[in-house]
C-alpha cells in the first residue's frame, strides 16, 4: 500500500539564491511532516541523491545555477534508473519560449517561470508527492 504525502516526505530545494530557497521552504513548510533540503548547487544534490540511503521524495530546482545548470542535472538524475520517477519541479527566471518543452523533454514534472506563486508551486508540489506514493505515475 502506498502512503501519503503526511508520512514524512523529503524535498530538496536546489537554489542558490537564498530568497528564493526560503521563499520556497516556507511554502513547503505548510506540508504536514515534510522534511525539507536547501542546496546552493546541482552538484550538492547529486551527491545526495547518490547516496544509498538516499530517501528523497522530490526536487525543486531552478536552471540558472553556478557550474551545472537545471538541464544538465535533470538529465544527470533521469540518467539514474531508481530515480527515473523522482518528481522534479522547476522554478526559473528562464524567458526562453523553448524551455517549457524542453524541461517536459528530458523528464521534468512541471515548470514555473518566476516570479512565480509560491502557493502554486506547493499544491503541485503536494499532487506530485501523493501521485508518487500511491505509485501512480505522476
Not at 528564493?20 to 552538484?43: G, H, K, N, S, Y
Not at 547518490?50 to 530546482?61: G, K, L, N, Q
Not at 499544491?123 to 505509485?135: F, G, H, N, P
Amino acid at each position: 500500500m502506498g502512503e501519503n504525502v503526511q508520512m514524512g516526505a523529503t524535498v530538496v530545494i536546489v537554489e542558490d539564491a537564498a530568497a528564493w530557497a526560503t521563499t520556497l521552504e516556507m511554502a513547503f513548510l505548510a506540508i504536514p511532516d515534510i522534511a525539507i533540503t536547501v542546496l546552493p548547487t546541482a552538484q550538492d544534490a547529486l551527491r545526495l541523491l547518490a547516496r544509498a540511503d538516499c530517501a528523497v521524495s522530490a526536487v525543486v530546482t531552478d536552471l540558472n545555477m553556478p557550474r551545472m545548470d537545471g538541464f544538465e542535472f535533470i538529465e544527470r538524475i533521469r540518467a539514474e534508473p531508481r530515480h527515473r520517477r523522482l518528481p522534479i519541479i522547476v522554478v526559473s527566471g528562464d524567458t526562453d519560449p523553448g524551455t517549457p518543452e524542453r524541461l517536459a523533454s528530458i523528464g521534468a514534472n512541471a515548470f514555473f517561470p518566476k516570479p512565480y506563486s509560491p502557493a502554486q508551486v506547493r499544491l503541485k508540489l503536494e499532487q506530485l508527492l501523493d501521485a508518487k506514493s500511491a505509485d501512480r505515475s505522476p
